[in-house]
């Protein structure tokens, strides 16, 4: 089984910037397809970006322009950089793994952005 573990949540101010980390366990992140979900309160979790083993990127409309994501193989971690942050943006950020028949979740991280 991985393992991913969430940092980089917080408050922040609308406009503001925040990078999230996800460190993954194991052998297969470099194979793997990665992503960020957001799940806001009274919200289904939503994807917001997600980047394959190849580097090939997808964003939500919602993120597009404003939020980044990337990985370092090297390091087994993936990130999440998101600028101009809006009230909307707000909720739990989840890191995803996804390799064949093998789907595991971190334990989300908290984004919060005052207006």
């Known amino acids: 089984q991985v393992q991913l573990v969430e940092s980089g949540g917080g408050l922040v101010q609308a406009g503001g910037s925040l990078r999230l980390s996800c460190a993954a366990s194991?052998?297969?992140?470099?194979?793997?397809?990665m992503g960020w979900y957001r799940q806001a309160p009274g919200k289904e979790r939503e994807q917001i970006a997600t980047i394959t083993s190849g580097g090939n990127t997808n964003y939500a409309d919602s993120v597009k322009g404003r939020f980044t994501i990337s990985r370092d193989n090297a390091k087994n971690t993936v990130y999440l950089q998101m600028n101009n942050l809006k009230p909307d943006d707000a909720g739990v950020y989840y890191c995803?793994?996804?390799?064949?028949?093998?789907?595991?979740w971190g334990q989300g991280t908290q984004v919060t952005v005052s207006s």
């Open positions: 194991g052998s297969i992140f470099s194979t793997s397809t």
């Open positions: 995803n793994l996804r390799r064949l028949s093998l789907v595991s």
